[in-house]
């Protein structure tokens, strides 16, 4: 009885062993998805009327001048204001140099 059990038991582990190796059987870098390659149609538009174009090509003029115009307002009201001449760093840096000169004791 016990020589019957341990065959059924070591036939039912290979049959296991073998269900299992055969669903992992395919390639490792291979699947079974198939991919389709799927032509792209090119979409050809008809002609558009020439009056449309004028059109567009009115509104698109129009509104690229209105803009124009809102950024020239805009940049004219942050434009900053004159910069006084005195307070260039060339005059200041040279006042500090004289200051300088002055404090050291002459030579």
């Known amino acids: 009885m016990r020589w019957w059990l341990a065959v059924t038991v070591v036939l039912s ?3 296991l062993a073998v269900e299992a190796g055969a669903q992992s059987a395919s390639e490792p870098g291979r699947t079974d998805l ?3 390659l799927k032509r792209r149609r090119f979409v050809v538009h008809p002609r558009p009327n020439v009056q449309v174009v004028t059109q567009d090509v ?5 509104e690229m001048e209105a803009e124009q115009r809102r950024d020239a307002l805009v940049r004219e009201g942050v434009r900053p204001g004159p910069r006084r001449p005195d307070l260039d760093p060339a005059v200041s840096s ?3 140099q004289r200051n300088l000169l002055r404090a050291l004791p002459p030579r």
């Open 13 to 15: 582990i290979g049959w």
């Open 34 to 36: 198939q991919t389709e």
């Open 58 to 62: 009115g509104r698109a003029v129009v």
């Open 94 to 96: 040279g006042i500090q």
